[in-house]
């Protein structure tokens, strides 16, 4: 009786055999695996092409999203650059002498 009072009515599963399961499973493998359950084999490669698809759909988007950003900051260093022009056209302005408006034109004085 005093063996029964130190076993536990549930014992927990050890490491090794609580594994979760893959989720890398080649085509090979798979095929290999469920050749004799054609139903099942359909509805996993099924299952195997909505999750293809949805990889596909992520990286795309995700690669749209990086290309729009570049484009962004593409613009914003446009825009900077033609900031900077103008500035140094302002510059160069502010730099040439004042032009005297004599009211005759240059040609006509000696």
Do not use: H, W
């Not at 090794?16 to 893959?22: H, Q």
């Not at 084999?41 to 729009?68: G, H, P």
Request: glycine share 0%; proline share 5%; net charge neutral.
């Amino acid at each position: 009786m005093s063996e029964l009072r130190n076993q536990s009515a549930f014992s927990y599963p050890s490491p090794a055999t609580n594994t979760l399961p893959r989720t890398d499973i080649s085509l090979r493998e798979i095929l290999d695996t469920y050749r004799d359950n054609n139903d099942l084999l359909k509805q996993i490669l099924n299952a195997k092409v909505e999750e293809d698809k949805a990889s596909i759909l992520f990286f795309d988007y995700c690669f749209l999203l990086d290309r729009r950003a570049e484009e962004e900051k593409y613009k914003t260093e446009q825009l900077r650059l033609q900031c900077k022009q103008v500035d140094l056209e302002m510059l160069k302005e502010q730099k040439k002498p004042p032009t005297i408006y004599t009211g005759v034109p240059r040609n006509y004085l000696i």
